[in-house]
Every structure is written in structure tokens, then in C-alpha cells.
């Protein structure tokens, strides 16, 4: 099976702008969540969908949503970028909430 | 409340010595509990898993855990380090019920000496 992929692989913008991030999960995993990986605040969870809802929600401000599409497909979407948002965004899939995690090779955003 | 604190953000030891990595965990219910690794540049990998079947878990790469409850700890260990060893560790603790949550370590990283 192929694993998780996650478009772009690396990305720059400046402040203010909008980015969306894309993640494919593993073929048959329905949940998909989303990472936050910083030096500073190491992994943080940001979101995670189940079947098109999402179900389970970190504590990061309204600027970052997301959505997740019927062949289980997700986006994430960061707006009104700020320096603090430069990250390593990672995206795993699952068969269940909280089961076992398959990981992407992440997304690492940089704002200028 | 469920938390998991990586006693250790940083472990030095030689190639060929035995690694150890410390985590303990606090969950008002019966945890999962896992270990991932992340190499540099890479997404995490899963080392193994503990979901109470067996205290002693094997996973990958001659990583095992063992799941101690009276401690409260799930301590990763390998008897001898290798220098593809060198990467960062995650210990996470999940909690299978309604208000379901992932929580991960501050993770370790470990660096293999030659």
C-alpha cells in the first residue's frame, strides 16, 4: 500500500497570506489528523477528521480549519499567516481515532 | 486528565551499548500507549505499541517496552545501540473512550556515539 502523502513537501510565504496544505491518507483510513511540529513546542495537535467531520480539535486559534473529502482526502488551511506559523506540518492517518498513526513526511512552512 | 513526560530531552550513549529512554504517563483510564521515531527531515514511525495484551512489548529494530503500572512508565530500551539509532523519540498516550485525546511527549532525542 502506499503510504501517506502530503503536497507540498516545502513552501514560502509572508505574512498575511493564506496557505492550504493537502494530505492523501493511506488507502481505507478514514481518520486523518494534523500536527504542528515546532523546536519550541515540539508536536501539538491541531485537528482530526473521521468520515468527513471533524471530531477531535487542538487548542489553535480560528486561522487554522480544515476539511476532509468523501474519498477521505484532507486539506488544511492556515489564513492571515503569521511568523509563528513557520512549522513542520505532519499529517497521519489511521483505521481509528487514536489507533495506530501512519505519518506523511510533513510540510515545512516557512513565513517570511 | 492524561499527560506523558519524557524525563530525558537529550540521551548520549556509544554504538553498541544499551539505550534506554524514559517516559511515564498519567491517564485516568486504560491507555494505549506508543512509541514513535523520527528521523531527520522525516515524518514519525511507529516503534511500537502497548494496548495491555502483553506488559513486554517488541517493536522494530530490536526496540521492546515494558508497560509498568504500579509506575506508571513505559521505558523504551534496546541492549545495543547502532548509529542509525540516532533520532528523535515520541512516547504518546491515547485514551480509547468518548472524550478521546493523542498526547505526545516532548519527545528525546537520541544521539549514538562512535
Known amino acids: 500500500k502506499a503510504g501517506v502523502t502530503q503536497t507540498p513537501r516545502y513552501l514560502i510565504k509572508t505574512r498575511g497570506q493564506q496557505v492550504t496544505l493537502s494530505c492523501s491518507p493511506i488507502s481505507g483510513h478514514r481518520s486523518v489528523s494534523w500536527y504542528q511540529q515546532t523546536p519550541g513546542q515540539g508536536l501539538q495537535f491541531l485537528f482530526e477528521?473521521?468520515?468527513?467531520?471533524?471530531?477531535n480539535k487542538g487548542n489553535f486559534p480560528g486561522r487554522f480549519s480544515g476539511r476532509q473529502f468523501s474519498n477521505s482526502r484532507s486539506e488544511m488551511n492556515v489564513s492571515t499567516l503569521e511568523l509563528g506559523d513557520s512549522a513542520l506540518y505532519l499529517c497521519a492517518s489511521s483505521l481509528v481515532w487514536a489507533d495506530t498513526q501512519y505519518f506523511g513526511p510533513g510540510t515545512r512552512l516557512t513565513v517570511l | 486528565a492524561q499527560s506523558v513526560t519524557q524525563l530525558d530531552s537529550h540521551v548520549s550513549v556509544s554504538e553498541g551499548t544499551p539505550v534506554l529512554l524514559r517516559c511515564n504517563y498519567s491517564s485516568s483510564y486504560s491507555p494505549s500507549l506508543f512509541w514513535y521515531v523520527q528521523h531527520p527531515n522525516k515524518g514519525l514511525q511507529l516503534l511500537l505499541k502497548y494496548t495491555s495484551a502483553a506488559t513486554l512489548v517488541k517493536g522494530i529494530n530490536g526496540f521492546e517496552a515494558e508497560f509498568k503500572k504500579s509506575e506508571t512508565s513505559f521505558h523504551l530500551t534496546k541492549p545495543s545501540a547502532h548509529m542509525s539509532d540516532a533520532a528523535e523519540y515520541f512516547c504518546v498516550v491515547t485514551k480509547i473512550n468518548r472524550d478521546d485525546k493523542i498526547i505526545f511527549g516532548k519527545g528525546t532525542r537520541l544521539h549514538i556515539l562512535p
Open positions: 477528521y473521521f468520515s468527513e467531520t471533524q471530531r
